[in-house]
């Protein structure tokens, strides 16, 4: 066995360790472990019995680096087990801090109920939405749960504070993560609350796990598409049918007889036809118009998938992407709600005619369910955290950016058109002359739900069926 100088010499080489003796009693060293190489953990001191450790030597989640001077890094859990069963009477433990691991080993003990004394974290109050608290049955603490990055962590979320745009971590990771690299020099991540290895980050997990929704919900509206290309087609064909029947309504006369008097009833009237061929032409126009407007949200969407995929395989770095696009965001976000300033002073000026002929109880603006107007301050504090999930603790996928910036751009589109068709309207309220009624129709047929932020905490899919139904 190597002596206490081989120890040492191995300590200076590790930074921040420190020497522990533990002598062997009859039930054994007084300590448990947990990790190992084929969990993706070192070897951390997982249980203490008390009275058989000396008193602020040997911590709950401490590293393990090496046991009378045999390293244990690198080593499987039961190779570690096997070196501290036969390291003799006196063992001496080359041992680190490491806070991170202490958080997912604290038991009910002593250290436990000491750290709980020091804590900061809130007695009460709202949890942030996206968290839920739940108990470990095993050790009685609570623990949260975040169900944007399906993650949990022992960490209390209202303690945290969120960070702005301008100073975010794009490669940060979630308390309770770790990113470390295997033997070949490749990137992957522990999960220590969970105590799992995962080749992808949270935030990448969540993407492919928002890729495959996408490509699924592309099989869907593609077969649609296809539908709609086919329904035009027939549409079409009837409608060179109908135009061919009125040609020879006008070029032909069908003669009345007996032999043909009971199905009269069969033969279409010139002006039945061009019924038709009315309504077809319009039934034609709508579908073509809709499916010109799919064709290019699926190509869009197509896109998504190809820039990501441009990213999984590092021609395009991830981290600068995530830059743009949250800028571009936090911008069209910013554009969006200057034209909602602008519609509420159009509202404003039908509400000073509404006061003056009273032609309506109720205000324009409740009329017509234009969000509240906000003042710049509020614009700018929603602006600086457009980048983040709805519990302002985890950055959103570039894919669920991408979206939004689409969204908030047809949004900014309706809401100009909005305007234009507001001041039109105003103009001809001017000298309507008391006749309100067209006016009054005109106005609630107006669709001011994209003014509305409550849609940027909806589901992923629910952002896929709105950026498809929304109308070019």
């Known amino acids: 066995v190597c002596g206490r100088s081989c120890i040492v010499k191995e300590m200076h080489s590790v930074r921040g360790a420190k020497l522990v003796t533990v002598q062997r009693k009859k039930g054994g060293l007084g300590f448990s472990v947990k990790g190992g190489k084929e969990h993706g953990i070192p ?13 602020n030597e040997l ?16 080593a499987t859990h039961s190779e570690a087990v096997h070196k501290l069963k036969y390291a003799g009477p006196t063992v001496t433990l080359l041992i680190r801090s490491n806070q991170t691991l202490e958080d997912v080993f604290l038991t009910g003990s002593s250290q436990q109920q000491q750290k709980d004394s020091n804590t900061d974290t809130p007695r009460g109050g709202p949890m942030p939405q996206g ?42 990771l979630p308390l309770g993560w770790e990113r470390l690299l295997d033997s070949q020099g490749d990137i992957y991540f522990v999960n220590h609350d969970t105590r799992t290895t995962h080749w992808d980050s949270p935030r990448g997990m969540r993407q492919q796990k928002q890729l495959k929704e996408l490509n699924a919900f592309l099989e869907l509206a593609n077969d649609k598409h296809k539908k709609d290309l086919e329904d035009l087609r027939q549409k079409r064909t009837s409608l060179l049918a ?22 009269e009833h069969t033969w279409d009237s010139p002006s039945d036809i061009t019924d ?3 309504t077809l032409n319009e039934e034609i126009e709508a579908l073509d118009a809709r ?43 910013g554009e969006c709600k200057g034209m909602e300033t602008k519609l509420h002073c159009i509202a404003a000026k039908f509400e000073t005619l509404r006061k003056q002929y009273n032609f309506t109880d109720a205000p324009i603006a409740y009329m017509v369910q234009l969000p509240p107007l906000r003042g710049p301050e509020e614009v ?48 001809e309220a001017l000298g309507c002359h008391g006749n309100w009624e067209p006016l009054l129709d005109e106005l609630a047929q107006f669709d001011l739900s994209p003014l509305q932020d409550h849609w940027m905490q909806a589901s992923f899919r629910e952002k896929l069926d709105k950026f498809i139904s929304t109308e070019d």
């Open 291 to 333: 499916i010109s407007s799919s064709a290019a949200r699926l190509g869009f969407l197509d896109k998504v998938v190809k820039n990501r995929l441009y990213e999984d395989m590092g021609e395009r770095d991830e981290h600068e992407s995530s830059i743009e696009l949250s800028r571009a965001l936090a911008s069209v976000y």
């Open 43 to 55: 070897i951390v001191v997982s249980f203490i019995q008390t009275d058989c450790v000396p008193a």
């Open 380 to 427: 700018g504090n929603n602006m600086q955290w457009l980048h983040l999930l709805p519990d302002r603790l985890t950055a959103k996928t570039n894919c669920e950016m991408e979206l939004e910036v689409a969204i908030l751009k047809d949004c900014c589109r309706h809401a100009d058109e909005l305007h234009k068709h507001w001041t039109v309207l105003h103009k």
């Open 59 to 74: 911590r709950l989640g401490d590293e393990i680096i090496a046991v009378n001077g045999e390293s244990l890094q690198g």
């Open 242 to 263: 109908k135009t061919q029947q009125l040609d020879d309504s006008h070029s032909h006369t069908i003669p009345l007889d007996q032999s043909n008097v009971e199905d």
């Open 131 to 172: 968290w839920t608290q739940k108990i470990d049955h095993k050790t009685g603490r609570p623990y949260y749960e975040n169900h944007y990055t399906e993650t949990a962590t022992w960490k209390d979320p209202r303690i945290l504070q969120p960070v702005p745009l301008d100073a975010f971590n794009w490669s940060e």
């Open 276 to 278: 038709d061929i009315m």
